[in-house]
């Protein structure tokens, strides 16, 4: 089969590798139809390099078809229509019962000291081959996979992999009161889904990002939106709009690469350099992130708001203002997104009248083969890119 492999620092390629096959009788096999690029791919195509080796198959926002299933499988068949979750989890563990398959017991990378194995994901999450290719071997596949009905195209299911759970997530992480105010730090795919959704509960959504195709996405909601490159005190301009207090709600949808934290940047930038064995520890145990998005969000949520964490990081030792943020009696939420959790609540919405214009959130649909183009323009932030479906 084709699929695309990480080479190398910004370097991904399309090629041909052998077909998954059942390993596990809880296996099966995936045929896929609709793959995507994430933001937090761009992590492993800049900044992860360390965990990573050449011919890695990245990836995990997947949709397609059964093929195949194990002798233990129960509630698939072969043909039916699936969308597949980031994560593998088991659906029956204490951590899986309590509605947090992303703390599967059974898939833990217990190695890394990390939560449950993602698909395509480093050595930190399992190092399992991922999506973006022609097949999907899906470990765990009774309880890893979201069925989705005929019918509508495959741009209307595909985002429940990722985009659409994780800004679930997100909104129901940041506790808005109702009526309240909510701002959204990043306009890439999570915090353009996070604004739509909040939008749609009810919520006043200011967003806040620099790329210019990114901010008009968002006025095209109705949405209000504050430029960065223009004025980079948020703070200060959310205490005006609001009495002088703040929000009451902040999500950051930015992560570990924010623009604005020159110092982390160069660590990261040096460590990457280093022999793998070296940079890892570093990576792992040191301050690395790049925190501008983080203080932001603190310093402009009110006083007894809620700071919600959707952004992928990574550093232990990254240092927060704990006396401010105790001080202010702040909440801090976060996590990767628990797919399965939110598929419930999302699902009517997909068969409604697309309120969250799912139909026409992708900016870019390419083929497979143009993956590496893919990736550089999204990395680049060239042509518009925000959401690329790639298509086998």
């Known amino acids: 089969m084709r699929a695309v492999t990480w080479q190398g620092k910004r370097d991904v390629r399309v090629e041909t590798v052998p077909d998954p096959k059942i390993e596990e009788p809880t296996d099966a096999i995936i045929e896929i139809t609709t793959t995507n690029i994430c933001g937090s791919d761009l992590h492993l195509y800049e900044v992860f390099g360390p965990f990573m080796s050449p011919g890695d198959i990245l990836g995990h926002e997947p949709m397609g078809r059964v093929v195949e299933v194990g002798s233990a499988i129960k509630n698939l068949e072969v043909g039916d229509r699936v969308v597949i979750p980031f994560q593998i989890a088991c659906g029956s563990c204490y951590m899986c019962d309590h509605a947090l398959p992303t703390q599967c017991e059974t898939t833990q990378v217990t190695s890394e000291g990390r939560g449950a194995a993602l698909f395509g994901f480093s050595q930190l999450y399992g190092s399992v081959p991922g999506g973006q290719a022609q097949f999907l071997r899906v470990p765990h596949a009774d309880f890893t996979h979201i069925k989705v009905p005929e019918g509508p195209p495959d741009s209307r299911f595909v985002y429940l992999s990722d985009v659409l759970p994780t800004a679930w997530q997100s909104v129901e992480y940041a506790n808005i009161p109702d009526g309240g105010s909510v701002t959204v730090l990043g306009l890439g795919p999570i915090g353009d889904m996070a604004a739509r959704i909040a939008a749609h509960k009810g919520y006043h959504v200011t967003a806040v990002d620099l ?131 939110w598929a419930d609540d999302i699902m009517p919405l997909l068969t409604d009248d697309d309120p969250l214009g799912v139909d026409s959130f992708a900016t870019h649909e390419l083929s497979l083969e143009e993956a590496p183009h893919a990736y550089e323009i999204f990395q680049k932030k060239q042509d518009g890119a925000v959401k690329i479906l790639l298509n086998p």
């Open 211 to 341: 790329v210019p195709e990114r901010l008009e996405r968002a006025r095209a909601r109705g949405i209000d939106t504050i430029d960065l490159s223009e004025n980079d005190d948020i703070g200060a301009i959310m205490r005006d709009r609001t009495d002088g207090r703040g929000p009451d709600s902040v999500i950051d949808a930015v992560g570990t690469e924010a623009h604005g934290s020159t110092g982390a940047k160069i660590v990261q930038t040096m460590a990457g350099l280093l022999p793998d064995a070296v940079a890892q520890p570093v990576f792992k145990s040191a301050g690395v992130d790049r925190l501008s998005a983080v203080y932001t969000a603190l310093d402009t949520v009110r006083r007894g708001g809620t700071v919600s964490l959707i952004g992928v990081y990574a550093g232990d030792m990254d240092p927060l203002p704990l006396g401010s943020m105790f001080d202010r009696q702040v909440t801090l939420k976060m996590g990767q997104a628990n797919v399965k959790r």
